[in-house]
Every structure is written in structure tokens, then in C-alpha cells.
């Protein structure tokens, strides 16, 4: 009997100013002078508005409804946590509201929403896993048992530095690459460490996250019976739907109908009798692993490639992970804990997203999320930023 | 498929955009076997064809090209007497059947109204620029705005250079969008050469190509990085923008070209390493492309035609010199930056050939038969 779990991604980055070459070296506070405060402000109020807010109410309305047999799990971002707390702490009050109904889990995560577990050493990446574990026994006294990177960025050497940080649970994309025939349906083990491995399905997830308003889709229109019906078919145990959760009433807006599939899709997913909801850590109590998967290279859920060459996948993107990275080895030497929070606020891999120049001439799902004209602004300007951190340091 | 192209600039004599697109065209048209009679000026240089499609057919004789808005009177006296002349001399030169005449710009206008009136033969007008870009949109001579919108209410079809010029088209001379057809420009790719510490700017010194701009953004540039500034080409502003340089301190970094033959144009693109194109109007600006498909980096005007067109470029608003300096110093600061927009910008530009702009022109020829 397949269980369905839900898990959704909260993520806000911290956009940045627009930054010259002339503003290098100009001496101001660091914080305001490389994010832009009204803008961040604008875009999360207005996301909270339309996405946060009533797809929360939404949801503890139906785990109400439903008796806890609804049962979903979150990751929350630390830069996400920053923005409610500053801006809007009614945000989190709604998700502590979740969290209380006892049908909601946490999944842990880095701080930042970094790409840290790229860097040749793995320190950086443990103080941000670390970071966010505090941030979630802060606001929920409750210690997460199942990880997930940044985008879903996996490998070998990231799922044992996780057994090592004693998560039970790992989450990454159940991409045809490292699983050939096999089906994400199941629990996995990574080849070299004692984890479950839960993998997305990641066809499933993107008919609700990307094709839901896609009228030349066949499935379309998606509704909660037919899309309960499509996973009453599915083989194995589980079927893991992670998506963004901005997906519902921001990348799908309201018009699309989204929150009424929401509305209904618990109830049509009960009538079948062989289905039922878990969050993550029940998946993983739950389910016994079933193979092995092995992946030397970093995979994600990010793009059609489904591996990091969505942020480090030109000579731009890659020139400016390796400055961020140098300065971060300089940084450590200084005692300075504003220059080292700032640091890490533009490890966030959106500012790395936003140079991607992958397919961006057909005007692809890049240029949907990014503040800039094209790549290269991308680039100018965070590049610029990481030059008049550098000068600080020296 | 028989088409009588009536023309003004030609190469090896051109002095603009309207000359690259008709020499591209034509020979593109007749490689894909449509008959081309194009009749031009005599001039100095003798020009023929290689291919039996394509006659090139001269007409009276001129000395005087100034392209569009000489400012001295009596040459623009003289300049729009010759125009005059030719335009009737065309009247009586093209005779036989053709399915359609064609004509650029304003300057055959006059001629392609008249042949139509007289034969009936259908008539394609391509649109390289309007009065209101030649003045800057500062202006606009009501005589030229005249001749140009007769042309556009009696041609057949109208071929825009972007959709910048068809919104202008539309918007200013009151024509049906339905008559107006998108077909942006193209390069014969120039090749790359070794870059130097150059930064370009090429186009005729006059007050649409915003060359103070370009002074303006120098100046800016001079106080960060040690580099070399190159204005290539002539027009009424030179003796302003050298003053403007001088002015400005820095005039020994600055260097006036005057005109340039076609290989030296070609070589100041290929050694430059940014090109920058500040157009306060611009309906397509074909020296981009040429820019780009030597290797340069190119950064144009916002509301130029071809940053609607063509993506691999960094876009600026004219009149926004500090952003434009942001946009120069970071290209000769940041290596890869330099060469992801060098590499990925020869890449987009094999996309922009004569043959894909000639396969649409003979898809409207055909929409009119």
C-alpha cells in the first residue's frame, strides 16, 4: 500500500542590491548596502499574502477535517525564518500552528539554502546544517531525523557526512541516472553509509508543481480525483511529492485552481482504501530499504540535467563560487560575526541561479525567478558584491 | 519570382545599415533563385554581381551621399536635388514585368508610389529608419515624415527592421499593424582577431548614435582602468566631440579614426575588446551583430532593435553613463564574464544570417502575389 508523502521547500533568498563597480570599497554598513531591504520585503510580504498565509490555514484546516490522517512535512530555510521574524511573525506563528496538530514534520536542512556541500572541505557545510538545527529546536523544540540539501544536491560524500550528523533520513531525486529501471517508489541506502534514502517522484511531483496550469499537457486539467487515482496506481511504498511551496498561489496562482485541488485532494486520496498520508520520518520508520544506489556525482532536482550545473554550470558561475569560497577561508580568520552572517547570506545558491545561462534565449523558468535583465547582470553585480567583501577582508 | 529592389547605398559604397541589408538581401534572394533587378546611383566605384539573378542596374550619377539629414543647407539642397533626380530617373528606368517593387527608407519612396500608380505592380517597402529616429526623436522634419507616410499607407506590405520600428510605424503614421512584417537584420560573420585594450564605439557622429554618451561613460571609466577609447567614423558631431574630449580631460585617450575603409573596420572590431552601442534611437543597429560575431562584447541601448532580437549582449539605457561604465569596467575587470559574452555571443549570431532574412522577405513577396 503506497503512502503519499508531501513535503514542501520554504524558501525566500536575500536579493541584493544593485551594486557597481563605483559602490566597490565605499564604506557602509554591510548588511543594508549589499541586500536590497524594500525589495526583499515587497516580495515576501507579497508571497506571504498570496501563498504562506492560506495555504497554511488551508492545510490545518484539512489535517482538522481529516483527523491527522493528512500529514505533511516542511523544510523552512533560515534566510526564510529571518524574513517572517523581521517582517512578519505571523507566518510562523501559523506554521508552530501545524507543527502543534502533531501531523506535521520538520526536515532539516543548511541555514542558507547553500550550496556549502560543494566546497572541497565539509565544515562550512556542517556549521550551516548545525545553524538550522538550532534555528528548529528554537522555534519548535523538536530536532528533525531526515536532511535535505539545498535543491535536493546529493552524492556519497554528502550522505555520509549525514550519517555522521546522525540524521536517520535523507531526501534527493529519484533521478533515471542513478536508479535505471529501478522505481523511487521505495527506500534506498546510500552504497557507503547507513541512511534511508527517500526519493522524489519527481514525474508526479512536477504534474502539480510545473504542469498543473499547462493547458497543452494532456493531464490537464489535474483534478484531486485523477491525480488520486494516478498514485492508487502507483507500484512500491511510497510516493515522495516534494515541490516548492510557493507553487501554491505563487507559481500556480489562484486563478489556476490550485488551492481547490489542495482542498480536495486529501479527501480523494482517503477513498482509496490501500493509500494513506506519512510525513517524513514516518516514511522512513515505516519502510524497509530495498537497494543500494551510488552516486559519485552531485545530483539535484534542479532543471532538466537534474544535477549542479544549474548554479555551477558555466565559467561565470564557477568563478564566482571560487571567490565566494576563497573569501570564506580569509573571512574565518577574522572574528567579525556580522562580516561572516553576511558571508553566508550570499552563499544562498539563488544568486548563483540567477548567472545560470542555461537555455535563458528561450526565455526558460531562469529568467521567470531572476530580478535581472540577463545572466550577465547576474554576474556584475554579485561579482561586484563579492569584490567589496573581499576588500574588507584585506 | 521577379523583383525590381530599388536602392540608394551599395557596397563597397555604404555609408549605413540600409546598404549591409541590400547587398545581404539581394544576393541571398538570388542564391535562392529570385530575380533581382537592383538599380542604384551611379557612383565612383563600379559594382556587379556574380550571380545571373541578381543585375545590378545604375541609374544617373551622384557624388553627394550623406545618408539621411546633412546639416549644411546648401549641401542638403544639393543632397535632396540629387534624390529627387534619381527617384525620377527611376520612373522611366524600370520598365517590364515584375511581381513586386521594393523599396528602402524614404529615399525611394517617391519612385516605388509612382511605379506602383503607373503599372500596378505591388509594392514592399522595408523601413530602416524613420525621421523620428534619424532626428533623435528631437524635431522631426515634417517633409520627410510626409514622403514617408505616403510610402507606408500605399505600399502593399511593410518590412520592419524590429518591432521597435513596426511600434513606431504603427504609433506615429497611423498604418495597420496587419501590413507590417517583422524581419530583424543580419551579419556576414567578420571572425575574431586578437583583442587589445580597446573599447569601440563606430557609427556616424550624429545625435541618434549618441556618441557624447560614449564621451560621458569614458570619462567615467578613465578613473578606474587604463584603457583606450576608439570613435570610429564621421557626421556632424565630430568637431563637438572633440571639443567634448578635450573638455572632459581626456582627450589622450580618446581616438578619433575619421572614416574608415571596409578592412579597417573590420579590424578595429576584431582588436577591441567591448563595443558599445548608446543609440538614443536605433531601430535595428546591424554594427552590433558586427561587433558580436568578432568576438566583442557588446553592450547596445535598451531601446535598440536589436536587444529585442538577440540575447547574448548586456543592455543599457542611453543616457545611463554609469551604468554603462559599471557594464565596460566589469568586462575588462572579469575575464570570464569577457569570454562566456565573446564565445556565447559568435555562437547566437550563426542564427542571423542573410539567407533566414531573405527566406521572409520571399514569404511576404508571395503574401502579395
Known sequence: MPSVCFYFEVHQPMRLNRFSVFNIGQNMDSFSKYFDENLNREIFEKVAKKCYLPTNKLLLDLIHEFDGKFRISFSLTGTFVEYCEKFMPTVLDSFKDLYKTGAVDFIEETYFHSLSSLYDTLDEFEDQVKMHRQMIKRLFNYQPKVFRNTEAIYDNRIAKKIEELGYKGIITEGSDRILGWRSPNFIYKPVNANLKVLLRNYKLSDDVGFRFSARDWPGFPLTADKYAHWMSHCEGNLVNLFMDYETFGEHQWTETGIFNFIRHLPGQVLKHNHLDFVTVSEAIERYDVVGDIDVPWAISWADEDRDVSTWLGNDMQIACFNELRDIGRKLKQHKDKELLHTWRLLQTSDHLYYVSTKGFEDGNVHAYFSPYDVPYDGFINYMNILQDLKQRLD | ?369
Open chain 2, 1 to 369: 519570382m521577379k523583383v525590381a529592389m530599388l536602392g540608394w547605398e551599395y557596397p563597397p559604397f555604404k555609408v549605413g545599415g540600409l546598404g549591409t541589408h541590400c547587398f545581404g538581401l539581394t544576393r541571398s534572394l538570388a542564391d535562392k533563385n529570385v530575380k533581382v533587378d537592383f538599380f542604384m546611383p551611379k557612383t565612383k566605384h563600379s559594382v556587379s554581381s556574380e550571380n545571373k539573378n541578381l543585375v545590378i542596374k545604375e541609374v544617373g550619377e551622384t557624388e553627394i551621399f550623406p545618408y539621411d539629414r546633412p546639416e549644411d543647407k546648401e549641401l542638403a539642397g544639393k543632397f535632396f536635388e540629387a534624390v529627387y533626380r534619381y527617384n525620377e530617373l527611376l520612373v522611366s528606368k524600370v520598365k517590364g514585368k515584375y511581381d513586386a517593387v521594393h523599396c528602402h527608407d524614404w529615399l525611394t519612396m517617391k519612385a516605388g508610389v509612382k511605379i506602383k500608380e503607373k503599372t500596378g505592380t505591388p509594392l514592399v517597402l522595408t523601413v530602416h529608419s524613420t525621421e523620428y529616429d534619424r532626428s533623435g526623436w528631437i524635431y522631426p522634419n515634417q517633409w520627410f515624415i510626409d514622403i514617408e507616410r505616403e510610402g507606408m499607407e500605399k505600399a502593399d506590405k511593410i518590412i520592419a527592421v524590429s518591432h521597435f520600428t513596426k511600434r513606431v510605424i504603427v504609433e506615429k503614421y497611423g498604418i495597420d499593424p496587419n501590413k507590417v512584417s517583422v524581419v530583424h537584420n543580419a551579419v556576414y560573420p567578420i571572425g575574431e582577431g586578437k583583442k587589445t585594450n580597446v573599447v569601440l564605439f563606430l557609427g556616424r557622429l550624429t545625435i541618434q548614435k549618441g556618441p557624447e554618451f560614449f564621451l560621458k561613460t569614458a570619462k567615467k571609466v578613465l578613473e578606474y582602468e587604463d584603457t583606450r577609447f576608439v570613435v570610429a567614423g564621421i557626421g556632424d558631431m565630430l568637431p563637438k566631440l572633440i571639443s567634448q574630449a578635450v573638455d572632459l580631460g581626456i582627450a589622450n585617450h580618446i581616438i578619433f579614426t575619421g572614416k574608415l575603409t571596409e578592412e579597417e573596420v573590420r579590424h578595429i572590431y576584431q582588436i577591441s575588446s567591448v563595443y558599445v552601442m548608446p543609440s538614443v534611437s536605433e531601430p535595428f543597429g546591424i554594427t552590433a551583430l558586427e561587433a558580436i560575431s568578432a568576438g566583442t562584447p557588446t553592450i547596445v541601448s535598451k531601446t535598440a532593435g536589436v536587444s529585442e532580437a538577440f540575447k547574448n549582449c548586456l543592455r543599457v539605457d542611453f543616457w545611463d553613463t554609469d551604468e554603462m561604465a559599471n557594464k565596460i569596467i566589469s568586462l575588462l575587470r572579469y575575464d570570464p564574464l569577457h569570454n562566456m559574452l565573446s564565445k556565447e555571443g559568435k555562437r547566437e549570431i550563426e542564427l542571423f544570417t542573410w539567407d533566414r532574412v531573405a527566406e521572409k522577405t520571399i514569404d511576404i513577396y508571395r503574401g502579395i502575389l
